[in-house]
């Protein structure tokens, strides 16, 4: 691990060119072949205007290319606000779904599936009731006139059950022909439903989140003393707490909304990177960011990779999360964090 | 050296302050100079913590006034307060590992804006703390494993790079071990000499009080009990066998011996518990 710190700056970098060069392979990847001949001709056709392969171009500019930067947007936003909420509660055990807002969102979705069978009103009602889990999180922290974390941690678990026990419900009323299994493969999350409008739209809260917690990553170190010493220490521990709160959630919600629910990214992720590069946010923030688009455009690959009919993410980034936890869980020997 | 009374730095008047209805504190007038020792004496639970808490902010007071620096307001913002007083807690809870040097820099919070983190002036700092405490060989160590008299040493550290008039402490010497409780008491009287540091500190060990006044600071207690706040002066005035009778329920032995080139060094010995019923408070 001190040979990890000692190269900070090294692996920072590396860190940053890692989606990118992923990103860039994973064109190449799938079950309609591209060489990259193709990606010239590409090139050249835009450059000089002539058409090109129909085929070859609609591959590559509008499948393959919008699941790798979708890919590469919910994976670092569910990895950065998952860092953000595990600095921001104290607790390494939290993820980006702490406040419920993947519980909320998975209801909203379910519901647009069960009452508008087009995938039209699955994103803005499964954003809406993502924000709407958290806005519920706030009040039940309220009622017990207490600001503190653990109300809201409590919350968090209160809103995320009752939720599961409604998407259950929505579940056991849904038709078992076809809304079932629409409601089903959605919450087990996936890329395949990538389309640039989707990925414009969903991407502003996702960009939008990240960006604020990038801003606002190094006062994380601070409310990590605790609200006391926070206080102390010159913060308005309310007023932070409910920006990062409020970027943590755009982020989440945005991705959940577009791309069903991954588990583990927003937990794990976040302590590859504590392990990698150390626990100072200033440097964690952007580290979990691109370690989780460079995660999930693996994952994904991988998903397109091994059947023909996709796997969902959900399944292999908790397959393949675990035993690279464990990993490295094995090389550090469970410290530095 | 003396207080300069006419530099009041944090003064409380009229005080006081209730959680919900249970009443902690009330009619508290206090006035902490520059350059002295303020020392809060009470038994436990009697609320230092509280008035320490309403002292930072943390805390607002329900009736009375906060004057920082001569300023009154009906509550100080966290960076105001953050300027004027650095707290070092009594307890503090270790979540993540962090490095000595990252830990340090938090003092500089309350001067970086929101969106910024330290830079190369603020680690120079930090780097010169740490050459003063002669602990720069811990500036990359996790701060987690440090031992409890080395984590209270960077706390004080890091209140240093707070760079205000005042620093708080909380029990600043509980869970440290003979030696190290010596080294914090050296370390906190060469800063108050040094740099005309204002300290304010809650003690449950009278002979704290002592210590400074032996070091030829000024030092000033207040007894806490009963909902009240009682400045009684220099330790020798306060700390009284009579007093400490009346207000801790023991019987005591001041003792005064006279050390060769050092001038008398004051200390309390206990000797037994009192019967809480045939004694009053103060």
């Given at each position: 691990?001190?040979?990890?710190?000692?190269?900070?700056?090294l692996?920072?970098?590396?860190?940053?060119?890692?989606?990118?060069?992923?990103?860039?392979?994973?064109?190449?990847?799938?079950?309609?072949?591209?060489?990259?001949?193709?990606?010239?001709?590409?090139?050249?056709?835009?450059?000089?205007?002539?058409?090109?392969?129909?085929?070859?171009?609609?591959?590559?500019?509008?499948?393959?290319?919008?699941?790798i930067?979708?890919?590469?947007?919910?994976?670092g936003?569910?990895?950065?606000?998952g860092?953000?909420?595990?600095?921001?509660?104290?607790?390494?055990?939290?993820?980006?779904?702490?406040?419920?807002?993947?519980?909320?969102?998975?209801?909203?979705?379910?519901?647009?599936?069960?009452?508008?069978?087009?995938?039209?009103?699955?994103?803005p009602?499964?954003?809406?009731?993502?924000l709407?889990?958290?806005?519920?999180?706030?009040f039940?922290?309220?009622?017990?006139?207490?600001?503190?974390?653990?109300?809201?941690?409590?919350?968090?678990?209160?809103?995320?059950?009752?939720?599961?026990?409604?998407?259950?419900?929505?579940?056991?009323?849904?038709?078992?022909?076809?809304?079932?299994?629409?409601?089903?493969?959605?919450?087990?999350?996936?890329?395949?439903?990538?389309?640039?409008?989707?990925?414009?739209?969903?991407?502003?809260p996702?960009?939008a989140?990240?960006?604020?917690l990038?801003?606002?990553?190094w006062r994380?170190?601070?409310?990590?003393?605790?609200?006391?010493?926070a206080?102390?220490?010159?913060?308005?521990?309310?007023?932070?707490?409910?920006?990062?709160?409020?970027?943590?959630?755009?982020?989440?919600?945005?991705?959940?909304?577009?791309?069903?629910?991954?588990?583990?990214?927003g937990?794990v992720?976040?302590?590859m990177?504590?392990?990698?590069?150390?626990?100072d946010?200033?440097?964690?923030?952007?580290?979990?960011?691109?370690?989780?688009?460079?995660?999930?455009?693996?994952?994904?690959?991988?998903?397109?990779?091994?059947?023909?009919?996709?796997?969902?993410?959900?399944?292999?980034?908790?397959?393949?999360?675990?035993?690279?936890?464990?990993?490295?869980?094995?090389?550090?020997?469970?410290?530095?964090? | 050296?003396?207080?300069?009374?006419?530099?009041?730095?944090?003064?409380?008047?009229?005080?006081?302050?209730?959680?919900?209805?249970?009443?902690?504190?009330r009619?508290v007038?206090?006035?902490?100079?520059?350059?002295?020792?303020f020392?809060?004496?009470?038994?436990?639970?009697?609320?230092?913590?509280?008035?320490?808490?309403?002292?930072?902010?943390?805390?607002?007071?329900?009736?009375?006034?906060?004057?920082?620096?001569?300023?009154?307001?009906?509550?100080?913002?966290?960076?105001?307060?953050?300027?004027?007083?650095?707290?070092?807690?009594?307890?503090?809870?270790?979540h993540?590992?962090?490095?000595?040097?990252?830990?340090?820099?938090?003092?500089?919070?309350?001067?970086?804006?929101?969106?910024?983190?330290?830079?190369?002036?603020?680690?120079?700092?930090?780097?010169?703390?740490?050459?003063?405490?002669?602990l720069?060989?811990?500036?990359?160590?996790?701060?987690?494993?440090?031992?409890?008299?080395?984590?209270?040493?960077?706390?004080?550290?890091?209140?240093?790079?707070?760079?205000t008039?005042?620093?708080?402490?909380?029990?600043?010497?509980?869970h440290?071990?003979?030696?190290?409780?010596?080294?914090?008491?050296?370390?906190?009287?060469?800063?108050?000499?040094?740099?005309?540091?204002?300290?304010?500190?809650?003690?449950?060990?009278?002979?704290?009080?002592?210590?400074?006044?032996?070091?030829?600071?000024?030092v000033?207690?207040?007894?806490?009990?009963?909902?009240?706040?009682?400045?009684?002066?220099?330790?020798?005035?306060?700390?009284?066998q009579e007093?400490?009778?009346?207000?801790?329920?023991?019987?005591?032995?001041?003792?005064?011996?006279?050390?060769?080139?050092?001038?008398?060094i004051?200390?309390?010995?206990?000797i037994?518990?009192?019967?809480?019923?045939?004694?009053g408070?103060?």
């Amino acid at each position: 691990m001190r040979s990890f710190r000692r190269h900070r700056t090294l692996w920072y970098g590396l860190m940053a060119v890692l989606p990118l060069v992923l990103g860039a392979c994973s064109v190449f990847l799938g079950r309609y072949p591209v060489s990259v001949r193709d990606i010239v001709e590409l090139a050249a056709a835009a450059w000089t205007g002539q058409g090109m392969d129909p085929t070859h171009f609609s591959v590559i500019v509008h499948v393959r290319l919008p699941r790798i930067i979708l890919g590469a947007l919910v994976g670092g936003s569910l990895a950065v606000s998952g860092a953000a909420f595990q600095g921001l509660f104290r607790n390494p055990l939290v993820s980006s779904g702490m406040l419920g807002v993947s519980s909320g969102a998975g209801f909203g979705a379910a519901l647009a599936l069960i009452l508008f069978d087009r995938y039209m009103y699955v994103y803005p009602l499964s954003f809406g009731f993502g924000l709407l889990a958290v806005l519920l999180c706030f009040f039940i922290g309220r009622l017990t006139a207490s600001t503190q974390a653990i109300t809201l941690v409590l919350g968090g678990v209160i809103v995320g059950s009752i939720f599961s026990a409604l998407i259950s419900l929505l579940k056991y009323l849904a038709d078992p022909y076809d809304e079932l299994p629409a409601i089903v493969f959605w919450l087990m999350g996936s890329l395949s439903r990538a389309e640039y409008d989707h990925i414009f739209t969903a991407g502003i809260p996702m960009m939008a989140g990240s960006l604020g917690l990038v801003i606002v990553r190094w006062r994380l170190n601070v409310l990590a003393m605790g609200d006391r010493e926070a206080h102390s220490l010159g913060l308005n521990v309310n007023a932070n707490r409910i920006f990062i709160i409020v970027c943590a959630t755009l982020a989440t919600a945005g991705a959940v909304c577009v791309s069903g629910v991954i588990g583990w990214v927003g937990l794990v992720v976040p302590h590859m990177g504590r392990m990698i590069i150390g626990n100072d946010n200033k440097a964690l923030i952007p580290v979990a960011f691109f370690m989780g688009a460079a995660f999930l455009i693996l994952v994904d690959d991988i998903s397109r990779l091994i059947s023909t009919s996709e796997m969902p993410l959900g399944i292999l980034t908790s397959l393949l999360g675990g035993p690279f936890f464990i990993y490295l869980l094995r090389r550090t020997r469970g410290r530095e964090w | 050296m003396a207080a300069d009374p006419d530099q009041t730095l944090i003064e409380m008047k009229n005080a006081a302050f209730s959680f919900g209805r249970i009443p902690v504190f009330r009619q508290v007038n206090l006035k902490i100079a520059r350059g002295e020792v303020f020392c809060l004496l009470g038994p436990n639970g009697c609320g230092k913590t509280t008035l320490i808490d309403c002292m930072l902010g943390i805390h607002k007071l329900d009736t009375g006034r906060l004057c920082l620096m001569g300023q009154s307001r009906p509550r100080h913002s966290p960076k105001e307060t953050a300027r004027v007083m650095a707290y070092v807690p009594q307890k503090h809870d270790r979540h993540f590992s962090f490095s000595v040097l990252d830990l340090l820099l938090l003092g500089r919070t309350p001067y970086i804006a929101f969106y910024a983190s330290p830079g190369k002036p603020d680690i120079e700092k930090a780097k010169k703390i740490l050459e003063l405490f002669g602990l720069s060989h811990l500036m990359h160590r996790d701060y987690t494993r440090l031992s409890g008299g080395e984590t209270q040493l960077v706390m004080i550290m890091r209140a240093l790079i707070q760079e205000t008039p005042v620093i708080v402490m909380d029990e600043p010497t509980s869970h440290l071990d003979f030696r190290h409780e010596l080294i914090v008491l050296e370390t906190l009287a060469r800063l108050i000499r040094e740099r005309r540091i204002t300290l304010v500190m809650a003690t449950h060990f009278p002979n704290h009080a002592f210590y400074f006044e032996n070091a030829g600071i000024p030092v000033n207690v207040a007894f806490m009990g009963n909902q009240s706040v009682k400045p009684s002066g220099t330790p020798s005035r306060a700390l009284t066998q009579e007093n400490l009778a009346r207000f801790y329920h023991i019987e005591t032995l001041v003792m005064t011996h006279t050390l060769p080139g050092k001038g008398p060094i004051k200390q309390i010995i206990p000797i037994k518990t009192l019967d809480r019923k045939t004694k009053g408070t103060p």
